[in-house]
């Protein structure tokens, strides 16, 4: 089998694996065995052309008038994306969107797992979610260093967003996912990650005033 060169998959590449690979999880929990470019394309929202782009980058996949093995293509991209690994996580800003994050199983099936929930506000602390409990501000560093955390993800207001991406970073985390609607600096080497739902949001209203407007015609 050809390994792919991990570095030349491009970002939005591999976004673009994670959605395959959740796409074929449901395929195989289905019970199909087999899957064509079509029928992934269209669950996955690509077209086949570029499914089959973005599948190049890991060799030899398929079988023409077959189509792919839906367990060996899930076990190909999961080594790719580094899914069969555990990677270990804490959160930090546990309202109502940390809440949910913290009490989502999924994340648990793609090698993702919480070993610490962190929050400053006095009442939170000692409250379970997901089966752990929310401990202070002051045990973050300690977490960190103890249980090999490689991923931070912040979900706290944004005026003191920055100052926990500065302490995880300190602490030696190298990934971050950021909730906080705020766009954080963070040293080389460090890479972040932006999910911002205010904006999403408004690309989607953007997009249904579009659909609204005639052909040809500027919006007010």
Known sequence: MIQPRLRTIPEATVARLAVYLRVLAGFADGGRTTVSSGELASAAGVNPAGLRKDLSHLGSCGVRGVGYDVRALRERIARVLGAEQSRACVLVGLGNLGTALADYAGFGSRGFRFTGLFDAAPDRVGQRIGGLPVQPMTELEATVTGTGVSIGVIATPAEVAQQIC?????????????FAPM??????????????????????????????????????
């Open 166 to 178: 500065d302490r995880l970073t300190a602490a030696g985390v190298r990934s971050i996912l950021n």
């Open 183 to 220: 766009t954080l600096t963070a040293p080389a080497g460090v890479d972040v990650r932006q999910v911002d739902l205010s904006v999403e949001l408004q690309v989607l209203a953007f997009l249904g005033q579009q659909r609204a407007v005639p052909a040809g015609e500027v919006p007010a």
